[in-house]
C-alpha cells in the first residue's frame, strides 16, 4: 500500500491510497479529512494498469467529492423538483422565519 503523496484541496487533507492486486494491478481509494478532523474513505472503482494511473483517479474522485459535483456530464443528471409534500414542508418552514 502506497500512501506518499499527500495534497490539501479547500481546507481538506487528500491521501491517495495505492494497493497492488494479486493479478499485477493495482486498487485506489482515497482518504479525505476536513477541517473538522471527520475523515471519509472513497473507493475508485475499477483496477489499474499502474499505480500512478491510480493515484491519479484516486485524487480526481476526492477532488470531485470534495466540490460537490458529479464526476458525469450535467447532461447526464436528471433535475426533479421536490415532492409536494416536501414543497410544503418547506414553505412553512421559510415563512415562519
Given amino acids: 500500500m502506497n500512501v506518499d503523496k ?11 491510497v495505492v494497493t497492488a492486486t494479486g493479478t499485477g494491478r493495482y486498487a485506489a481509494a ?11 474513505t472513497l473507493g475508485v472503482d ?3 494498469a499502474n499505480p500512478g494511473e491510480a493515484c491519479d483517479k484516486a485524487l480526481e474522485l476526492a477532488l470531485a467529492w470534495i466540490q460537490q459535483r458529479s464526476v458525469v456530464s450535467d447532461r447526464y443528471v436528471r433535475r426533479t423538483s421536490l415532492p ?3 414543497r410544503r414542508a418547506h414553505s412553512r418552514r421559510k415563512n415562519a422565519t
Fill in 6 to 16: 499527500v495534497i490539501e484541496y479547500h481546507g481538506c487533507e487528500v491521501r491517495p
Fill in 46 to 48: 475499477g483496477n489499474f
Fill in 30 to 40: 482515497a482518504i479525505v479529512t476536513d477541517r473538522a478532523g471527520d475523515t471519509r
Fill in 84 to 86: 409536494f409534500s416536501e
